[in-house]
Every structure is written in C-alpha cells, then in structure tokens.
C-alpha cells in the first residue's frame, strides 16, 4: 500500500528524534494552539490577500502566525521547481513538510498555493492528520470563479495564457481539481475581505487553535 505521505527517506541510517518541549507546553507558553490553514483556488482567487489579512489579525491579538505564498516559495525553497504535473506535485509535498515543521514550532501557518490536485492535498492532510490534534490541517477552498479571476487578472497571466505564452496554467490549460468537502469555503465575489478575514478567524477558533476573541 502507498504511504499517503510520500516514500519513506532514501536512507535507513536516520532515527526521528523527539525534542524536550511537547505541543501543550508550546500552548501553555504561547497562548494557543497551532495549525496549517490551507488556502487553495485559482490564480487571482484571493488566497494571499486572505492569508496576508489572517496573519495581520492574528499576530495583532498576540497568535504566532505566518503566510507561505506560492510565489514566494518559489524563489527560494522550490526554485528548482517548475510547473509540470510532477514538479507541482514536489511543490506541494515539500510545502506540506515546512508547514507541519510550523506547526511543531507551536505556530498558525497560512499556506496561499493553488495547489491544484486533490491527491497532492490529500498527502498534505495525512502527513498532518496522524492522531494527534495538536497540528490540524484545515482547508480553505476559495471558490472564486475562474470568470472573476480572469476579469482581475491582477498578474497578467491569464491573458498570457489564453494566448499560450504560459503553458500548464492552472484552470486554462492545466485542471484545476476543487476540493470536496473543505473545512470553509470563500467566494470573494460574494463576500468582502473583512467576512473572508472574520468566517478564517471564527475556524481557527472553532478548532480551539485560538481564543474567540483572537
């Protein structure tokens, strides 16, 4: 059976080691708990101007807090990387690493990647989800309509890739595979930033990451 998570390391000379701090002392230290909030959806959705909004608000009330952006990302982790289904698949996977890396460190990581493959996402959650409710994973789909993104096209990619100057492109010419069942879903032609801010914020503390009032 394929491990959900990804092939065991390359070599079998390595032992996991468990440090002296657990997660309840990292939120007794911090004042709360820690998690992945995944932001997926299409180019132009609104995913990096969401997680930039959570982060403010978050670090604001006093929340460890960090946005990993899919541009960012890319020019300097996975800049080896490029937009192939399997280099798009090693972008995921790698991503997947650092933010369950955040949230051992006792953080809140905001994670703004299109990541368009169900089967990517589904590695993330379960290299998250291994019983221990100290690090969830919570997906949000923001389900913005590709018309919508199209019409912003902020970076100018769209227009580049109708007129094929950028293959693969996710939603044009590459799929673009929603999620199923997230735990929030986003559509920032209905919903202004503040509620898309707010609907995060009440998630976060849902799952008992943070306070209500955070």
Known sequence: MTDPAGPRPVSDNIVAATGAVDAAARRAA???GAATVWFTGLSGSGKSTIAAAVEEALVAAGVHASVLDGDNVRFGLNRDLGFSPEDRT???RRIGEVCRLFCDAGAVVLSAFISPYRADRAAVRALHDDGDPAHPFLEVHVDTPLEVCEERDVKGLYA???AGDIPE????SAPYEPPTGPELRLDTSRLD????????????AARDVTARDA
């Open 90 to 92: 090693e972008n995921i």
């Open 169 to 172: 492109f996710s939603g044009v």
């Open 193 to 204: 930033l503040a509620a898309c801010v707010a609907a995060v914020l009440d998630l976060l």
């Open 160 to 162: 580049r890739a109708r």
């Open 30 to 32: 911090y004042g709360h």
